[in-house]
């Protein structure tokens, strides 16, 4: 279980399909949904369940909205997962640009994530 707090723009990881279901309810905000090469809006109290090995991720929406929290409820295996090129995916930059099945490669053009104490404003009112 992991709770995303996403700027406009921002997406929650690389456009990914994995070998378990995972689940996702917007507690605040907006987002858009990249589902098997769609995008779909969604908004506080959507909810979005992906079978395992379907494709999807999710980035922040709007222009200079708050930002949008979801929770994230899953549980990714060692091996099992891929992350295929995606045009709708690439226009948000959440794709790797070829097929790959390394993380690091789909990954490369971020930093290292780390943990942060939480700061004052980052969670909309």
């Known amino acids: 279980m992991n709770l995303f707090v996403l700027a406009p723009g921002e997406p929650m990881s690389m456009y990914h399909g994995e ?3 995972e689940d996702f309810l917007v507690l605040a905000g907006r987002c858009v949904l990249l589902i098997e ?3 779909r809006p969604l ?12 494709e999807h ?20 295996g060692a091996d099992g997962i891929r992350f295929p090129a995606d045009e709708a995916a690439l226009k948000h930059g959440a794709s790797a ?10 990954y490369a053009r971020f930093q290292p ?4 104490p939480y700061r004052e404003g980052w969670l909309p009112e």
Do not use: K, N
């Open 19 to 21: 070998e378990t279901q």
């Open 37 to 39: 090469g769609e995008e």
């Open 43 to 54: 908004a506080q109290w959507d909810f979005a369940h992906c079978p395992a090995w379907t």
């Open 57 to 76: 991720t999710i980035v922040g929406a709007g222009v200079g909205e708050a930002p949008c929290v979801v929770l994230a409820v899953g549980s990714r």
């Open 97 to 106: 640009e070829r097929d790959t099945i390394d993380g690091s490669e789909a």
């Open 113 to 116: 994530g780390r943990e942060t």
